[in-house]
């Protein structure tokens, strides 16, 4: 095969052009991303539920939809949330189901679902979009003053921007806040009984005087006419024409204009508001299509955004407040701002190293060939650059060097010892030499980091595509050194007039004192690596777990908990109070609320508000130092509050709901049927649990308390005077419920029709009952004498998970690792809380995911170092060699948990991927040192001899391996940037491991290897 490579190298360099070009404008067409969506293959179902309590929900509409949801393929977990006049189910399917197919088979069972709930509730899918699909978060608001938020919904919003923005290519959806415009009739009951008014009747008069038909089509001598019946309503004065009905004692009709008034309001009973910087906006968030990139949907709508700006009137502005492409273009920016720091830091030490200027270049120039070939596949494949996929480039960039290191160092060595060799000869030679041990070496790192492939649920999804790419890497750069660089050496290398530089032959000296020195005390040496890996394992278990460090977002979202029965009003004052009290800091660019739900929203009600706070670069803060500081300094101030209040950032916020269904680090769910013992339950948890250091924003979800005006029929009474139950309820439905009556169109714009009870009559519930109603007999019927009205509590919030209630306490950790807080948590409410039976408690949040990642590593770890001890037996033929070399995993991991303490970082899975990555280099090491002692071995030197000949002559490219690793990751320890938190764990153990592991390769396997050997001389 090299024959080939060098005997039609005008081709090799033909392909390396076509390489280079076709590499950068993959690089350049890469799709960007912040990292990869962790979102579960989930479909969420959603039933509007007008008028039903929780209880009523979750009996009549969510159980039913479980039970049909429950029996579909391949799935793992069903939850589900019961609110008033509110329905949430999500379906989890099992990882790797196609999206398409899941929402296909719950489509199939809605039907189903339909069958089984209340005539008028209407099960149907949520948008086909990630748990991180909220793109982008924009308002309409009138600068002049001129258009109420209604209007500006109802107008501009849903007729103007929102069907421009829907024509976006990846927009799902757009979830919008604010007011509905409706023509609100308000009637006078006094003159309703004056004129024998009943509401049916106005009902049926709305219904018959408010019509649309077609007539097909009418020939005629001016053509073939289409016919059409207009009797819409199209203004407030066509409205209060409609009659009613005819007076028969004075021969009149009766107007609608004669009982009741017609304005202008909003559509009543919504249940949610967006705020922005002190008032009420109208506010949107567009929601991006599942597998859509964030940063090119995002781009797209801005300019949407720009192109609809200029057909709105004057003084409205549509103004953009956030979207995930900044967190994208920040994380991804630190990324690469690391990965070609990395990159020239490699350059210098390898050109600073090799000691010959040539060689340096052709060595370097195998880095950006190798970063090309990963652009090119990782294009093909449709995969993202993102922080995880451009990270693992980022923290392979020393190891893609390690080939050509290789290659070319002994190439320039062979060249300079034979320098009237025929270099064709010389250069094929000197890469069969090596050739070998190269190949195994980057397969051994290959079956290193094997194990990440294992992962499932989010970790998998997080770390699997930094595996993947750097495995593509690292093939990638064996290409690279098997084909371009024997050419461009045989072109461009030429024999030197010495081997080494001045500063390698000083190295070589002090090495090799070092080396007599190690062969005298090498059994104090030995047993004092076996004590420092002992005390490396006892550091480990005073290191603290988490899952992953957490990812600075440049927001905060102050979350608020409040008395289940506040209205949207007080839910908007307590918005506005905490976005005034944010602005006060100097770093706040801007902030803004939601409250309650959307139109199309998720299960929350106006009680829960989310305060969006956008915060300037992290250089210019001042008031504090760290987001930690501003939350605790932000929370002491808004102590007065009648809430609950916790943080989170906008993307770990969504995350943690993936994980646990809530909004927080860690959910504790205990599990249960009776609503009462659940929350008396959750109150013992929440109480144990504040008594935990470390525990923040620890909060119970009110389940109970929510108050219901319950309006029972009097039976007797309205069979007493004919009157239906359905007379008394729909009074409940329109004049209490909105519930529309029909629309008013203006040009293309269709608004709808309501009713509302004049304002003497609402605030109190004395005033409901003296609604005048009926007049039977000559006696007038008030609400009250037909029903009976009652306050009454019931349940707020019911959640349950694969078919069982639980109640939720959640919290925030801060200050300690999340692994060793559940632990303590766990143990004092194993020992203070005596569960009955049929009851339990489970733990849900990000630890989960660290748990389940270390339990598979635990097997696959072994798993891949017995793999890695049969490569490198299948290398040596020598089960004595392979065991040498492999002493450098305990080696390496001396370094790295040493490092991991005195860093101050937990133990998570991005450090856990650092230890696998320093188990291959330090394997790469020993390869490159055991196979040329055995090399030297075979040429008939003696075994001392050849041991200290072959790690002086081996300690450049070891030297160059360990440096170059190490330099090319210190960009990601030094930058701060948005998206480098997760990366420096990694770093910090390699850079810990590569220490030890080179020092220890250098200075003890020589002596380890020739004690080995004198004692095992048969291998």
Do not use: C
Not at 232 to 240: I, Q
Not at 871 to 896: E, K, Q, T
């Amino acid at each position: 095969m090299f024959r080939a490579i060098l005997k039609f190298r005008i081709l090799v360099l033909i392909a390396l052009v076509g390489t280079i070009i076709y590499g950068a404008y993959s690089f350049k067409k890469l799709q960007i991303d912040a990292f990869p969506d962790p979102t579960p293959v989930q479909v969420n179902i959603y039933t509007e539920a007008p008028g039903l309590s929780a209880e009523e929900v979750e009996t009549l509409i969510t159980i039913p939809v479980e039970s049909v949801m429950n029996g579909l393929k391949d799935v793992i977990l069903v939850r589900s949330v019961s609110l008033p006049a509110l329905s949430y189910v999500s379906v989890y399917f099992k990882d790797g189901t196609d999206i398409y197919f899941a929402r296909r088979l719950v489509m199939e069972k809605l039907p189903d679902a339909r069958e089984r709930v209340p005539e008028g509730f209407n099960p149907v899918m949520g948008p086909n979009a990630t748990g991180l699909g909220n793109a982008l978060l924009y308002v309409i608001h009138d600068e002049k003053g001129r258009y109420t938020n209604a209007e500006l919904k109802s107008i501009f919003q849903q007729w103007v921007a929102r069907p421009l923005i829907m024509s976006v290519g990846g927009v799902e959806e757009i979830v919008q806040f604010g007011p509905e415009l409706a023509y609100v009739i308000v009637p006078d009951p006094d003159k309703f009984l004056a004129y024998g008014i009943t509401l049916e009747e106005l009902l049926e008069a709305l219904e018959r005087n408010n019509l649309l038909v077609g007539g097909g089509f009418f020939q005629s001598a001016e053509g073939d006419l289409v016919v059409r019946g207009l009797g819409r309503v199209y203004s407030e004065e066509d409205l209060l024409r409609i009659p009613i009905k005819v007076d028969e004692e004075k021969g009149v009709s009766v107007y609608l204009r004669d009982v009741a008034r017609v304005v202008k309001g909003e559509v009543p009973n919504r249940r949610g508001a967006f705020t922005m910087n002190g008032k009420e906006v109208q506010g949107n968030i567009v929601v991006k299509r599942i597998y859509e990139n964030t940063k090119e949907v995002v781009d797209k709508v801005k300019n949407k955004l720009k192109e609809i700006q200029k057909i709105l009137p004057e003084g409205v502005k549509i103004e953009h407040l956030y979207d995930q492409a900044y967190l994208t273009e920040k994380a991804v920016s630190t990324i690469q701002k690391a990965l070609f720091s990395g990159m020239l830091l490699v350059a210098f030490v390898t050109a600073f190293l090799m000691g010959n200027f040539r060689a340096s270049l052709i060595v370097i120039s195998s880095l950006p060939l190798t970063l090309l070939i990963a652009f090119i596949v990782m294009k093909e494949t449709g995969m993202s650059g993102n922080l995880m996929t451009l990270g693992g480039l980022a923290i392979g960039i020393g190891m893609f060097v390690d080939s050509s290191v290789v290659i070319v160092e002994n190439i320039y060595r062979h060249l300079t010892e034979k320098k009237d060799g025929l270099k064709f000869s010389v250069v094929l030679d000197s890469v069969k030499e090596v050739w070998r041990p190269v190949l195994f070496a980057v397969l051994i790192i290959v079956i290193v980091f094997s194990p990440i492939f294992v992962f499932e649920s989010i970790e998998g999804k997080y770390f699997k595509p930094l595996a993947l790419t750097l495995i593509i890497a690292l093939l990638g750069s064996l290409l690279i050194a098997f084909t371009f660089i024997p050419v461009l050496s045989y072109y461009f290398l030429s024999p030197g007039k010495e081997t080494y530089s001045k500063l390698m032959s000083k190295i070589h000296a002090v090495y090799d004192r070092v080396l007599d020195a190690t062969f005298k005390v090498r059994i104090p040496l030995f047993l004092g690596v076996f004590v420092s890996f002992i005390l490396s394992l006892f550091l480990l278990t005073r290191i603290g777990t988490e899952f992953a460090p957490e990812l600075e977002e440049g927001a905060v979202i102050v979350k608020a908990f409040m008395d289940p029965n506040v209205s949207l009003e007080e839910g908007k004052r307590v918005a506005m109070a905490m976005e005034k009290e944010a602005l006060k800091f100097p770093e706040v660019i801007r902030t803004y609320s939601t409250i309650g739900r959307a139109e199309k929203g998720e299960a929350a009600d106006v009680n829960y508000i989310e305060t969006w706070i956008i915060l300037k670069p992290q250089s210019e803060w001042e008031s504090f130092k760290t987001r930690e500081e501003f939350n605790s300094i932000l929370r002491e101030r808004l102590e007065w509050l009648p809430a609950s209040i916790g943080f989170t950032q906008p993307i770990k916020m969504r995350i943690d709901e993936l994980l646990s269904g809530v909004r927080a680090d860690i959910a504790i769910k205990i599990f249960g049927q009776d609503p009462e013992l659940l929350n008396q339950l959750a109150d013992q948890v929440k109480e144990i649990a504040e008594g935990v250091p470390g525990a923040v924003d620890v909060q119970k979800e009110i389940q109970a308390g929510r108050l219901q005006l319950r309006v029972y029929p009097k039976w007797e009474t309205l069979e007493r005077y004919g009157i239906t139950v359905e007379e008394v309820l729909n009074v409940i439905k329109y004049a209490l419920g909105g519930a529309e009556m029909g629309v008013l169109q203006q040009d293309t714009f269709l608004f709808p029709i309501v009713m509302t009870l004049p304002d003497e009559f609402r605030g109190e519930i004395s005033r409901l009952r003296s609604i005048p109603l009926f007049e039977r007999d000559g006696k007038l019927l008030t609400f009250g004498d037909v029903a009976e009205i009652k306050v009454e509590p019931g349940l707020f919030v019911i959640r349950r998970e694969n078919n069982i209630r639980f109640a939720l306490v959640m919290l925030n950790v801060e200050g300690r690792d999340i692994g060793g807080f559940v632990e303590e948590l766990r143990s004092k409410v194993d020992s203070e809380v005596k569960m009955p039976k049929g009851y339990f408690i489970t733990y849900g949040g990000q630890f989960e995911n660290q748990q389940r990642a270390m339990k598979r590593l635990s097997v696959a770890v072994p798993v891949s170092i017995f793999l890695i001890f049969i490569m490198l037996y299948l290398n040596f033929n020598s089960i004595r060699d392979a065991l040498v070399v492999m002493l450098n995993v305990p080696f390496a991991v001396i370094g790295g948990i040493i490092a991991l303490y005195i860093s101050g970082f937990n133990l998570s899975v991005p450090s856990a991927i650092g230890f696998i990555a320093i188990f291959g280099i330090a394997t790469l090491n020993g390869v490159v040192l055991v196979t040329y002692i055995r090399q030297l071995l075979e040429e008939g030197l003696d075994i001392r001899e050849a041991v200290k000949r072959a790690s002086i002559l081996r300690i450049r490219p070891i030297l160059i391996t360990a440096i170059t690793t190490f330099m090319g990751l210190i960009p990601l320890l030094v930058i701060s940037d948005i998206g480098s938190e997760v990366q420096k764990p990694l770093a910090t153990v390699v850079i810990g491991g590569i220490f030890t592991s080179t020092l220890l390769t250098l200075i003890i396997l020589p002596a380890v290897y020739e004690s080995v050997y004198r004692r095992f001389r048969s291998g």
